[in-house]
């Protein structure tokens, strides 16, 4: 009966006439299944992971790099506040010189006597210790007098203010001169001057020698922040003050880059080497009343090394996120692998007639859902 069984279950699996193949063979023609499950969850969960803090990385940077920027603009527009006040902070100044020349301008037109006007000049001094004297020229450029020596005696004037001179004349507006060096103050000086008529319609310039520690004291009244530089820089492209190393800067040629950011424009911002060789980052605004330029400027590290510490900081925090997260990964996929390896041997051994099953795994089904259904779907 048994054998009969066995003849009809034969000839019903040579029906179609090929030869049907043993269930060892059929075992030996297929691969374990679990010979590649570990690999293939590990290598899947680490490239999700690791994608997806990637992208949040590189967002991370790119809101901190904005960020950043964002402030340094801000930074910038502060700079370019301060250095407007302290420009009219110098064009105030210099219309205190012009309005106590005015006030000596005023008496010439009752009374234009040299020497009378030179006693009134040497009083209007004591209000003003920064001056270092007035001197009155006429139309032709000869000196009249300076408070710098006695009425009467020779003095020996420069040249070189003739151009605010005829400007002042031909205009009838008060000049202000460039950073010079005075052969009668002996010192660094810039001439304001104002144009004056006598009752008799004769034209004269009266002018104030102002010192360029005027201009110093300016700037340290402002309270620069301590590493920064601020200064002012006349019409040529002199430097006439400075917070940093004045002995040594004052009368000499700002950089080029900053005589070219100023010739460009009245205002704005520039980046470049100070005199000392540090790199700077700065702000410019022209002074309406004497055509000079106030410079304000910071180091580039008090904007670069902040950016600079942030963007390493988060990278290593981002790295290190980064780290810990693939380490997740290879423990989970280590439980997982285990478990679909211990399923796979079930699987393999069910293959082989009469084998011995493994022990079942210990499995969460679940969590091996989750991750099929991430996986495949």
């Not at 605010?164 to 008060?174: K, S």
């Not at 700002?254 to 520039?270: C, Y």
Request: net charge positive; hydrophobic share 50%.
């Amino acid at each position: 009966m048994i054998k009969g069984s066995s003849e009809v279950a034969g000839a019903s699996l040579n029906q179609d006439g090929a030869v049907p193949m043993s269930a060892s063979a059929s075992t030996k023609a297929q691969p374990p299944l679990g010979s590649a499950p570990r690999q293939n969850i590990r290598g899947h969960l680490l490239r999700v992971v690791v994608a997806a803090l990637a992208s949040m990385a590189l967002i991370t940077l790119g809101l901190l790099a904005w960020n950043m920027t964002s402030q340094r603009r801000l930074a910038e527009a502060e700079m370019g506040r301060t250095v407007q006040a302290i420009a009219a902070a110098l064009d105030q100044q210099l219309l205190v010189t012009t309005a106590a020349l005015q006030s000596l301008v005023s008496t010439m037109k009752e009374n234009a006597d040299p020497e009378r006007l030179h006693r009134i000049a040497q009083d209007v001094m004591t209000h003003h210790p920064y001056w270092s004297h007035v001197i009155l020229r006429d139309d032709t450029g000869k000196i009249l007098f300076t408070t710098a020596i006695s009425y009467g005696a020779p003095a020996a004037g420069t040249d070189a203010v003739i151009p605010w001179i005829n400007t002042a004349l031909l205009t009838g507006q008060p000049q202000v001169s460039n950073l010079l060096y005075g052969p009668i103050a002996r010192a660094p000086v810039a001439v304001v001057f104002v144009p004056a008529r006598g009752p008799d319609g004769r034209q004269y310039v009266l002018g104030a020698a102002v010192t360029a520690t005027k201009w110093e004291a300016l700037l340290h009244e402002q309270r620069i922040p301590s590493g920064w530089v601020a200064g002012i820089i006349d019409r040529d492209g002199v430097v006439v003050a400075r917070t940093r190393a004045a002995e040594s800067s004052v009368g000499k040629l700002a950089p080029d880059w900053v005589r070219e950011a100023i010739r460009t424009a009245p205002e704005g911002h520039a980046s470049g080497p100070a005199l000392e060789g540090e790199p700077l980052s700065l702000a410019f605004a022209r002074s309406h009343v004497s055509g000079w330029t106030v410079a304000f400027a910071a180091p580039a590290k008090v904007f670069e090394a902040p950016m600079r510490r942030s963007l390493m900081v988060a990278a290593t925090v981002c790295v290190l996120a980064l780290g810990f997260a693939s380490l997740l990964v290879l423990v989970s996929a280590r439980r997982l692998s285990q478990a679909v390896m211990g399923l796979a041997r079930v699987v393999d051994a069910m293959r082989e007639p009469g084998a011995k099953l493994p022990p079942s795994p210990s499995i969460d089904l679940a969590e091996l859902a989750s991750v099929y259904e991430c996986r495949f779907r």
